[in-house]
């Protein structure tokens, strides 16, 4: 059977990028393959055939790294899916069939790599949320196809229907379909755009709209238990109320925010942040409540960030910050249980919790969009339109009881 080994040429140059090379091997007949993947000697593991990301590399030199290793990674998976199939034919095959077609697929603009491309790009961009979002897309629609890759040309109406299909069997909810659906097509018009393939409109019979959905917002009485709960016994419940509580107490702060607060952006009695999403500049008089919070986790935070979400300077802070999210969410369930409130109880409701009481406590709402940074205040009255029913459905229950 065939082997495939990445490999690492340095530059004849001193000071300047290797390149990454794949030595395909089969039957004593040895083929390479090139790549464009080019990165120092001190960023290759010549042990286990890696890239080796330096801890004191900058963020985009990381993201970079990250890239290629994915590529490679991705590139190993295509010529062992090849040599699987090859394996599996009646057929002999040489070591230049396997070239073939790689190259095939790489010429013929297949889906994959040129996603995985757009995935890298975006990391290189520094669009790492988006990045993720694509990354799952990708696998998603992978584990549908069995792994067995796709031409752009070869996209039609049948292929999305099919997909669709597909996903609501395995139980995914409109909207999540929809998501997947919404980032292909627009992997697909980049494609286009790109005249790698021609506008065959494959989306058009698929669903790319998004349902509404109702916010249930937390009332400030059920704020007030969660505060009060004594979780003395239950460090990883206390945590995660103490994290859904500084939500609250900062006007909803996202967790994204709140992770990468810097202990410097506290000065004077005032906390100032920019919001990732938005890039918007926020600032928050500092109130007691939060400063109790930052006291009672001071030793665990010995990075530049002024929460313990991010702890480990030497570890993938993107990684960390999901991990935290994860474990902070499976932890307010249980908070939720404990002070009797049904909603599914997650670090977002303290969003939603901010902006309903003041709604409620008749805030004007140019001020609550002021506090949750929206852009507009048309954002924020569809915000607050779409957080609660609980008007409505007290009115249905009056003309229901006539019945």
């Not at 597909?166 to 627009?186: D, E, H, Q, V």
């Not at 939500?247 to 909803?252: I, K, L, Q, V, W």
């Not at 986790?297 to 910050?321: C, G, H, M």
Request: charged content about 25%; overall charge positive.
């Amino acid at each position: 059977m065939a082997s495939v080994k990445v490999k690492f040429r340095p530059s004849s140059v001193n000071g300047k990028e290797g390149s990454i090379y794949y030595q395909v091997i089969h039957n004593r007949a040895v083929r390479q393959i090139k790549t464009d993947c080019r990165i120092f000697e001190s960023e290759w593991n010549g042990k286990t055939s890696a890239v080796a990301v330096p801890v004191l590399a900058s963020i985009e030199r990381k993201n970079y790294l990250q890239s290629v290793a994915s590529r490679i990674e991705w590139d190993v998976k295509r010529l062992t899916a090849i040599i699987a199939l090859l394996e599996k034919g009646t057929q002999s095959y040489t070591v230049d069939d396997i070239l073939v077609k790689f190259n095939r697929q790489a010429d013929g603009q297949s889906l994959f790599p040129f996603m995985q491309g757009i995935i890298g790009q975006l990391k290189w961009l520094n669009r790492i949320r988006t990045s993720e979002t694509y990354a799952a897309t990708l696998a998603s629609f992978m584990k549908f196809r069995d792994g067995q890759d796709i031409l752009l040309c070869e996209i039609d109406g049948d292929t999305m229907m099919l997909y669709e299909a597909w996903l609501k069997a395995n139980g995914n909810c409109p909207n999540t379909t929809s998501f997947y659906m919404r980032i292909l097509r627009a992997v697909y018009n980049r494609a286009v755009e790109k005249e790698l393939t021609e506008q065959r409109h494959p989306f058009k019979h698929v669903y790319t709209g998004i349902d509404k959905t109702v916010k249930r917002a937390v009332p400030l009485k059920a704020v007030k238990r969660i505060k009060e709960l004594d979780l003395t016994l239950k460090p990883h419940l206390d945590y995660a109320r103490d994290m859904f509580l500084f939500s609250f107490y900062t006007r909803g702060m996202s967790f994204i925010d709140m992770a990468y607060l810097k202990k410097s952006d506290l000065k004077n009695g005032i906390l100032t942040y920019r919001r990732r999403k938005t890039g918007q500049q926020l600032t928050i008089k500092w109130e007691k409540c939060m400063e109790e919070i930052v006291t009672k986790y001071k030793d665990r935070s010995v990075t530049q960030y002024l929460l313990p979400i991010i702890t480990n300077p030497f570890a993938n802070e993107r990684v960390q910050y999901r991990n935290a999210l994860y474990r902070i969410n499976t932890a307010l369930k249980e908070v939720a249980r404990l002070v009797n409130i049904s909603i599914p109880l997650t670090m977002y409701c303290a969003r939603h919790g901010w902006a309903s009481v003041a709604k409620s406590k008749n805030i004007p709402l140019s001020v609550i969009s002021e506090g949750m940074g929206h852009d507009s205040e048309e954002t924020t009255r569809i915000y607050l339109a779409s957080l609660d029913t609980s008007v409505v459905d007290r009115a249905n229950s009056l003309i229901l009881k006539d019945l």
